[in-house]
């Protein structure tokens, strides 16, 4: 019995993520680890979320806030509190640039704007719903539990927004509404087409 205890106490006191929770192409993205801190070659710009409180060395982060810290460039991980480290791969994919006629990013709020990736910050109100949008290839990442419905290419879809879930989204034209209970914030980085301003 007492071997058990001990075995559940482990578990718990384990860090939730031992590999990537997002891997691919374009970016590594690491929860409650920093591999990248060094700044090696291999790893390029770096995006921290805060997904709780955090002690930075220049201050605090509140959940929510973004931190870039520039390729090649050291930075000293929090020592405590929940955060993401998104590492941008350098060489990934060039994102094609949309068709003609294709319906303008929505408007907004921008938090870091770089030569190949914008982040932005996505806010709905319950029951507030968007116009048709478009969006490139990005990174989303959820902050709150709640519901969105959205229309794409003639079909309806709803599903349930997880608070920390880390998805990376296809290009996409599309309407959006927020149907659950509470507001829409999400953390977008999304990659520009080569030679494109901001979105």
Not at 81 to 97: N, R
Not at 116 to 141: L, Y
């Amino acid at each position: 019995m007492t071997l058990l205890f001990i075995a559940l106490f482990l578990l718990q006191v384990q860090p939730a993520h031992s590999g990537p929770v997002l891997n691919n192409a374009f970016v590594r993205v690491m929860r409650n680890a920093a591999p990248c801190a060094s700044g090696a070659a291999g790893c390029g710009d770096r995006v921290i979320i805060a997904l709780g409180p955090l002690n930075w060395s220049d201050g605090i982060m509140k959940r929510g806030d973004v931190r870039v810290i520039p390729a090649g460039q050291s930075y000293r991980p929090p020592a405590a509190g929940e955060f993401l480290e998104v590492s941008i791969k350098p060489g990934h994919p060039q994102v094609a640039p949309p068709p003609a006629g294709t319906p303008a990013a929505p408007d907004n709020k921008v938090l870091f704007d770089a030569k190949d990736f914008t982040i932005f910050e996505e806010k709905m109100q319950p029951g507030e719903i968007s116009s048709r949008h478009s969006h490139n290839q990005r990174v989303a990442i959820f902050l709150n539990d709640t519901m969105v419905e959205q229309w794409t290419d003639g079909k309806d879809e709803t599903r349930e927004l997880e608070p920390d879930l880390v998805t990376f989204r296809p290009a996409v034209i599309h309407i959006s509404k927020d149907v659950g209970k509470v507001p829409i914030q999400n953390l977008l980085i999304e990659f520009k087409p080569a030679g494109r301003a901001n979105p």
